[in-house]
């Protein structure tokens, strides 16, 4: 897997969370397709510097939701992206998606920011708004006034 995962330990999201999240994304957008072999358990915590324990539960909570599935002959392997959890289909993001977080990346590095704050700001903003998720749908802050 050559794509970054960076673990950002000033951020009150534990290092699990962010394993587990950064692989869906990576799912989610393309960048691991259906069939790729993630990296084993130790080789991927010894790279983030985590116990193993750490990518272990990643790992499993991605199989959970059906993202990868895991066996001692391949190891772990991309299952594919799910939009909810009765569609099969992988499907990646509609493009105006990833037009949009393009966009969101141009404008973090304009302003300064490296890719670990522009990381550590989008992971911080998704989980406010997680935090006002209520019967599978989003609700912003401020939405209702």
Known sequence: MEARIVIDLGTAT???EQVKTQIASLIAV???????????IR???GDLGVAAGTVARAYK????????TSNRRQGTVVSGYRQAPAESETEPPAPEVLAAVDQLLDA??????DA??????????LSQRATHTWSGQTRRPGADK
């Open 14 to 16: 534990p290092p699990y």
């Open 30 to 40: 393309g960048e691991l397709h259906t069939g790729a072999r993630l990296p084993t």
């Open 43 to 45: 080789s991927l915590a």
């Open 61 to 68: 909570e991605l199989e959970a939701v059906g993202l990868v």
């Open 108 to 113: 973090g590095e304009q302003a300064g920011l």
């Open 116 to 125: 670990k704050a522009l990381h550590s700001l989008l992971q911080g903003r």
